[in-house]
């Protein structure tokens, strides 16, 4: 991992501010704008930032996940022994 990048924002949700800190190279290694970046929000709900390629973020998508979605992605994790992380949800949406 590189350089490290500070995003934050409204929830759309709860209306309440977050931040999460990011690898730059997610936004100035991309070809392709805007970046899609999962932020986990709790166990059944993912905000999907929409980063532009000044690290500002220009919309947002609210993912539920319902336990099929949830049981699904535990036994992927399990398969692949991958943490669950925020940053491994990119590799899922």
């Known amino acids: 991992m590189g350089e490290k990048t500070t995003i934050k924002f409204e929830c759309p949700k709860c209306h309440q501010w977050h931040q999460d800190v990011i690898d730059s190279t997610l936004v100035t290694g991309s070809k392709i704008f805007p970046v899609r ?45 991958a943490a669950t992380t925020a940053a491994d949800w990119k590799n899922i949406f």
């Open 37 to 81: 970046y999962p932020y986990v929000h709790d166990a059944s709900l993912v905000i999907l930032c929409y980063i532009d390629a000044h690290f500002t973020i220009r919309g947002f998508e609210q993912i539920t996940l319902g336990k099929n979605t949830v049981d699904a992605l535990v036994k992927k994790g399990k398969e692949q022994k």
